[in-house]
């Protein structure tokens, strides 16, 4: 009998112990540095924000949050080092809706999203805006139009890469108003804002933020901005939609995820805390001010929001013709 009791007690200790282990966990993690993955490179919307998060994520958590850019395959190399890291919740991934647009693509991938990855949350949005270089003396959706039929077989568009957003955006737009356009498929945002403000390259697809400070400079010309609503930072800037196309709501949006099967207590403490970050009022104005909408969405949200962009990527693709490179 006493050695029944001293086995009874030791499974309930046991079990205590189990359920105490998540609580436990949620208040020691993190106990080391963390390290968040952008799969795309410096200065884009993605970039931006994970450098904005990362430091105000430190100072809350008492350790370094380090942002690594591992670029590449349209960002499926930054996404297929973190499905392959441990799932301890200190290896993230901050991703756009780029992944999603892949998928719709038919991008063929080594992982799959839903079931590979660990969907904590929606953080923000910012539009995509089509721009032109001063020189080709175009201010509208209007003017580009009559520019092209004017001028059948010179003009050629720059994006931030084949597949992306950006991409699907301006195809679009092609389709609705048969604007004869080149795609130029730059590796990320930041090249191809460099190659149409030197003048390089006459017209691009871009995301809205990184076009605004030239945009106000007088160095890129706004045609029109992939929205329901205009831009807080380019007030000025007509919406597409403004301009006839509708609908044509085309906003980028940014996720953390993280490796598949994170301890559900790592995860919910990285949705409070960075609910906490994007809450505080000065967080919002560097974001703003980055052109950054920040949105704090759950892993339900980000699940549901992926499954129906890779419709609606899918139903584009085809489409437009759109084809991976």
């Known amino acids: 009998m006493k050695t029944l009791n001293a086995i009874l007690k030791t499974c309930c200790i046991a079990l205590a112990c189990h359920a105490l282990a998540p609580a436990a966990l949620a208040q020691t993690w993190p106990a080391k540095s963390v390290r968040i993955i952008v799969p795309y ?14 430091a105000s994520l430190q100072q809350a958590w008492g350790q370094g949050v380090a942002v690594e850019n591992r670029t590449g395959a349209s960002g499926n190399i930054g996404s297929e080092a973190v499905v392959h890291a ?3 919740g200190y290896t993230l991934l901050l991703q756009n809706s780029t992944m999603v647009a892949n998928m719709g693509l038919g991008v063929k991938v080594n992982y799959d ?24 003396n175009v201010k509208n959706l209007k003017e580009l139009q009559d520019y092209a039929k004017a001028n059948p077989g010179k003009l050629s568009y720059g994006s931030c890469g084949v597949g992306t957003p950006m991409h699907f955006v301006m195809e679009l737009v092609k389709q609705k108003t048969s604007l004869d356009a080149v795609h130029a498929g730059y590796k990320g945002c930041a090249p191809v804002v460099q190659d149409v403000v030197g003048g390089q390259i006459p017209l691009a697809i871009m995301s809205a933020n990184l076009a605004a400070p030239y945009a106000k400079s007088g160095r890129l010309q706004v045609i029109g901005v992939a929205s329901q609503k205009r831009y807080s930072l380019l007030p000025d800037a007509l919406t597409l939609e403004e301009q006839g196309l509708k609908p044509l709501d085309f906003s980028t949006w940014f996720a953390l995820m993280g490796p598949a099967k994170m301890p559900p207590a790592v995860v919910a403490k990285i949705v ?9 009022p000065a967080v919002q104005s560097r974001l703003s001010n980055a052109g950054v909408e920040s949105y704090a969405g759950n892993g339900a949200a980000l699940v549901k929001l992926i499954r129906s962009d890779k419709l609606r990527y899918e139903q584009l693709a085809k489409a437009a013709n759109i084809k991976p490179e």
């Open 41 to 54: 490179g410096t200065g884009g919307g993605a970039d931006i924000l994970a450098r904005q998060l990362g």
């Open 86 to 88: 441990p799932a301890d």
């Open 113 to 136: 999203p839903e079931k590979d990855l660990t969907p904590i949350m929606l953080l923000g949005t910012t539009p995509i805006a089509l721009v032109a270089h001063p020189s080709l």
């Open 272 to 280: 409070a805390d960075v609910q906490k970050v994007l809450a505080d």
